[in-house]
Each structure stands twice: as C-alpha cells, then as structure tokens.
C-alpha cells in the first residue's frame, strides 16, 4: 500500500477483529466437537453474530469518516506491494449483508445438522469460509483479492461436498473443476492488469496503458471470466444447479445468498476501474494546453465508448443470464434445484444494473444503485427461501414440490416466511425485490434515453434487453408462484398424503433465522427511502466515476408512485398466466390432456454441460485429426530410430564390449532385460495411479502463476 493512500485513510482494528472472530469461532468449534455439540454451536453462532456487529460499526464508521485500513505487515513483499485490508463504503456495503446472512445461517444450522454427519467440520468450515469471503470485499487490490477469493471457493468446497453421497462427490468435483478454471482466468488477468495497469490496485496509475491502450479487453475478459464462474454467469453457471441441492440448506443459503455475490463483487470493481480515470477527469483542464490537451480529450473520450461498449456487453450477459436462469427454474420438480436456477436467473439482474453503471458512465449511479439494492435484496429472500426449504427438508423428509402440498396448514410459520420472501423476489409492491427492479428498469431507460440522445447504434438493443427484462420479470413470478402454490397450498395428492401427517412446524432455532431474513425482506421493502439515503446511496457516493447529482437523484428517487406501480401489471400478468397455463389441472381437478409445461424435459443439447463435454471430445479427437496423413512420416520415422538403435547395439556388442570386458554379450542381455522388468513392475502402477489427475495439475499451475506474480511484485 502507498504512503500517499495511507495518508488520506485513516487506521482502525474493525476490519481484522471482522476477519478474526470466525476464525476464534472456528477453533471453538473444533474445541467442542462431536462430544460437546452445544459448545461447538454456540461458538458458530456467538462469533458469526459479534462478527456482525463488527462489520454494522465499519460500515458506520466507513460511511460517516471514509476509508479504514489495517497493514498486515507480515505479508509485505518487497517494497512495492503489501497485503493489508482496506475498506471502503462499497465493500463495507457487501460486507454487511454477507455478516447478516452468514448469522442467520448459523441460527438456522444450530438445529438443522442435527440429522447430519461430521457436524463439527461443516461449522468449522463454515465459519472459515466466512473470514475468506469477508476478505475479498475489505481489499482494494486485485491481487489481494483473488487470494480470498480462491481460499473461499477452496474452504468452500467442504460445504459442497457435506453429504459426501455420489451426487454430492459430482457436484463438488465439478465445483471444484470451474473453481480451478475460473482461478487460472483470474490469475491470467491480474496478470495482465498488473502489466498495463502499473499496479494491481483497483485504481490505474494515471499514465498507464489500461486507460488508453488496446491491450485491455484480453485483461477485462479474463477477469470477468475468472469472477463469473462465482458469480453464476452464463455460460459458466454449470456447477450452480448440481452444488445448490447437495449442499446442506445452512451452506445453499450461504452459497446463493453470498458466494456468488463475491463473483458480481469482483465484476463490479473491475469496471470501476475504468469510471475512475484520471485521464477522464483532467481532460477538460489539459484541453488548452494545445496537443498534448487534445491527445488527453480524444484519449478520455476514447476511454467513454470502451466503457459503454463494455457496460452495453455486460447488460447482455446479464439478460441471457437471468432469462436461461428463468427458463430452467419453470421446469425443475426439485426445491432447491429450482431455487438454484432462480439464483442464476437473479445474478442476470444484477449483472444487468452493472451494464447499465458503464452503459450510462459517469451518469450511471442508478445502475449502481439497482445492482446494490438488488443484491442485499437477494441475499434476503433467497437465504430465506433456502432456510424454509431446509425446514420443509428437516419436517417432511422431502423436496420434491409435486410430492408435498398443503404445509400451510402443518408449518404456518414457515410458509408465512416463505411467502414473504416470494413478494419479495416477485417484486410486488411492498416487497424488497419491488425497490430493486425499480431502480433497475430506471436504469434501462436511462440507457435507452442517451442512445437515443446520442444516436448510437445500440439503442435498439437496448430497448429489447429492456422487454427482456419485463419478460423474465414476468417468468420469475411465474415459477415463485409453482413453487409455492405445490408446496404449501394445494391439496396433496392421495399416494403422498399419508407421509406429510407427522409433519409439524420447524424447530424455533430454524424459524428465528429464516424470520430474521423474511424481516429483512419486508423492511427492504417498506423502508426504501431510508436504504437509499443512508446506505446505497453514501456506497455509490464513494465511486469517484460517477457525477455528484446523478448520485443526489438516487439517494433521493421516490419508490412508491403510480408510475412506478403500474409497471408491475404486465410482468404480473405474464407470470400468472404461465402459471395458469402449467397448473391448470390441480387448480380445476381436471385430467391434464396435452404436455405438461412444469415437467417439461429439455434436449440434452440445450444444456451447456452438453456443450462443454462435447468441447472436451472435440478436443481429444483434435489430437488425431490428421492421422492418415502424418502417419507414414511416423512410421519412417520409427524405421530409422528402429535401425539407428541397432546399429547402435551391434557396435556396442561387437566392438566396443569386447574391447573392455571377457563377459559374454548374452549376459549383458539378460541383466539388460531384468533391470528393465523391474523398472516396468515398479513404475508402471504408480504412474496410472497419477496420470488422472488433471485437477491437480491445473491447481500446480495456478500456484505456480500467483508465485511468479508475487516475484513481479517484489
């Protein structure tokens, strides 16, 4: 960290003591163990509930006094780089929630792994997963953060894998194969931003050739690749679905509702690398400096259409993100699966919020705005729909929405927060999720307005990423409204009735969790004002990019008005009548006749998997391709080694040996062939034992680049 950042920061503890405390959990919870289970919850639910309040007081201080660091002095190397905690209002922002819902969790998991396995290692790693995550948001350096960010997903992998049943070993290696893919893309691209940025800080040196030279967009895809596999973006959403439903419901909240926000994190600052530039902000002033001032305008404006271009291919990533997300939920059977697929359907909105922050530029601070809200927002009702479905998991035994019904009656308290969270999402008035797509849509129209303005080429387009917006709206309440209406609602049917009769209301340390979050949801969503004043709009203050009155419209946009109600009309119509048009036969008890839109199974080829295992084939079969025509100069090749080695041979054995031995040659041949016989008995089984391991080589890999990159920076 530079002296001259230092000096304009001011020091505190509270960003260490917030990364210590579940690490002191974590070794009370291996002091408790097995033998004493109360101990070992109570030290998961202290620590994460203190962490909490540690995180509530930086945020304040961050918020009232600017940035905080702490120096982690034992992780200085050299001169030019140390890995010391930094923490700003947008960080600190993440944090929160991700200490909201990590206490949450906790409260929830002190009950429910009653029924589980090997307890005392998922709240081990649970709360070490938890300091890892906190570090990726209180770092201001790429390099920093993608430590973090690769213990978390490597602590991680524990959750995943919990059960340790055949589907959960599935889910975790494939979680495990895009961890190590999307660590060597983020390497990669620290790399590459270290090389033309001159820093791995989130702020560019002023005269460097990231801001105005050609070679950042292999950089900027390799980052935003590396940070996209956590964040649930398609295409490389694959381990999400399978992940989600092995994991316990404590570590799918944690997962839907905070990991992937750590991906959007990290997408997020490498765009705010961009808004952040010195050459766009001193333009004007250099522009009556005579060539030099106009090299500076067309250099700043330059920098404004890749930062458009690049916002404008973020909007689309997250509008093909939130609509596959949207389609692939309408069809699943499974809760937590389909909850999984409503994950990546909702990282798409918030992907879609920071397309429009660089779409719009400097003038982007509602899509800043959208994109924050929307991710505390999902960090509410998603862990609070995983909690209830870990309720209805631990009550009736069962996820498969078609097999359960009428809960409402057995779990009133559950169904009510459940309910909550589906206003919530669904964005109806009064729910948290209404505030959010608000903001969101505004954002959209804004673009639309300065492509118009502005005649560029884009504008259509992002008219239609708009009515993609109003349609996968639209879905999302359409598979909220499946889920819940076969879950809690309908009559059960005669063969699955007889197992819900025992089922009565979660335990009370379950409620108080999934209740925490529900009041997260409904305060969210009552209170807008006070969020965009004192939290979302102080966060998006501190973006040097955007103009100081764009940020004083957010803060103060008005949330509940005509205007902005009525826009829910067409979204609510398409939703319900999706779900009308699926679940019209149990809602009239008639015979269903034609195909059944909520069971419908998708070709293999519409799903990525299908794409990336024919990738890999293809691959193989690349190695080969051409064998008919390389195949005779093999072979000629091997002829003449053939007569070399026995040329070679035969002026050993009948000049050479002779000349230094009376051995005959026939017993060379035999210790020749023996020696040979035990190298091959030796060798060979170890040789396969290892010869698969491909991950492990790619994790070599990965460490061997981040060495490299620490010898660059010392």
Not at 142 to 161: P, R
Not at 178 to 188: F, K, P
Not at 410 to 421: D, E, G, N, S, Y
Request: charged content about 15%; glycine content about 10%.
């Amino acid at each position: 960290m530079h002296e001259e950042t230092l000096a304009v920061l001011s020091f505190s503890f509270l960003p260490a003591l917030a990364l210590l405390l579940p690490l002191v959990g974590a070794a009370g919870a291996a002091v408790g163990g097995e033998r004493r289970p109360r101990l070992r919850n109570w030290s998961a639910v202290l620590s994460t509930g203190f962490t909490l309040v540690v995180v509530a007081s930086l945020l304040a201080r961050v918020t009232g006094k600017g940035p905080v660091y702490f120096e982690l002095g034992f992780l200085r190397l050299g001169e030019r780089f140390s890995c010391g905690l930094e923490v700003d209002a947008v960080g600190a922002f993440f944090a929160l929630f991700a200490s909201i819902l990590w206490f949450a969790a906790s409260l929830h998991a002190f009950r429910y792994m009653d029924h589980e396995h090997k307890r005392t290692r998922f709240f081990i790693f649970m709360l070490l997963t938890e300091s890892a995550t906190l570090g990726v948001f209180m770092v201001q350096d790429f390099f920093s953060l993608y430590l973090f960010f690769e213990a978390m997903g490597f602590l991680a992998y524990l959750l995943v894998i919990h059960s340790e049943t055949p589907r959960a070993r599935a889910a975790a290696a494939k979680y495990m194969g895009m961890t190590v893919i999307g660590g060597l893309s983020l390497i990669g691209g620290v790399f590459l931003y270290l090389g033309y940025a001159g820093t791995t800080s989130f702020r560019p040196l002023m005269e460097s050739a990231w801001l105005t030279g050609p070679f950042k967009v292999a950089a900027v895809v390799m980052l935003v690749a590396g940070f996209g596999v956590k964040a649930g973006m398609v295409p490389l959403h694959v381990w999400l679905p399978d992940a989600h439903p092995a994991a316990p419901s404590p570590a799918s909240a944690l997962l839907s509702g905070v990991m992937i926000k750590a991906g959007a994190y990290g997408i997020l600052r490498t765009l705010l690398s961009f808004l952040q530039s010195p050459v766009a902000h001193g333009a004007e002033g250099q522009a009556a400096a005579g060539h030099g001032g106009e090299a500076a305008v067309h250099a700043a404006g330059g920098l404004a259409a890749d930062v458009r271009m690049l916002g404008f291919a973020v909007i689309w990533i997250g509008v093909t993100t939130m609509f596959l997300g949207m389609l692939l939920a309408l069809v699943q059977r499974d809760i937590k699966r389909t909850l999984a697929y409503s994950s990546v359907s909702q990282m798409g909105y918030i992907l879609f919020g920071v397309g429009c922050l660089g779409y719009l530029g400097a003038e982007g601070a509602m899509g800043m705005g959208g994109s924050l809200y929307h991710i505390i927002n999902h960090a509410f009702f998603k862990g609070c729909f995983f909690l209830a479905a870990g309720s209805v998991l631990f009550c009736a035994h069962e996820l498969d929405m078609f097999k359960l019904g009428g809960l409402w009656r057995r779990m009133p308290l559950t169904t009510l927060f459940w309910c909550i969270a589906a206003l919530g999402i669904m964005g109806i008035p009064l729910g948290n999720g209404f505030v959010s797509k608000t903001l969101l849509h505004h954002a959209i129209l804004e673009s639309h307005h300065l492509a118009e303005g502005a005649r560029l080429a884009t504008a259509g387009w992002v008219k239609a990423a708009e009515t993609m917006f109003i349609i996968t709206s639209g879905g999302t309440i359409g598979y909220i409204t499946k889920m819940t209406y076969y879950t809690f609602f309908r009559r059960p049917d005669p063969e699955h009735a007889s197992h819900l009769e025992h089922v009565r209301e979660a335990p009370a340390w379950m409620l108080a969790g999934t209740g925490l979050l529900a009041a997260g949801v409904l305060f969210n969503g009552l209170f807008p004002g006070l969020l965009l004043r004192r939290l979302v709009g102080p966060a998006a203050g501190t973006v040097p990019g955007l103009e100081a009155l764009y940020v004083e419209h957010l803060a103060h946009t008005t949330i509940f008005l005509w205007s902005n109600i009525k826009e829910i009309f067409v979204p609510l119509a398409i939703g319900l009548s999706v779900f009308v048009l699926g679940a019209w036969p149990d809602l009239f008890r008639v015979r269903r006749r034609g195909p059944d839109l909520f069971q419908l199974r998708l070709p293999r080829w519409l799903g990525v998997d299908f794409w990336y295992l024919a990738a890999a084939r293809g691959s193989l079969r690349l190695l080969f391709w051409g064998k008919r025509n390389y195949a005779p100069v093999k072979e000629n090749v091997v002829a003449l080694c053939r007569r070399g080695a026995a040329a070679a041979v035969h002026a050993v054995r009948e000049v050479v040996y002779p000349s230094l031995t009376t051995r005959p040659a026939s017993w060379v041949s035999r210790q020749a062939l023996l020696l040979y016989g035990n190298a091959r008995r030796e060798l060979l089984p170890r040789i396969r034992e290892y010869q698969g391991d491909i991950a492990v080589g790619a994790l070599v890999i990965a460490v061997s680049l981040t060495l490299f990159l620490i010898m660059r920076l010392m």
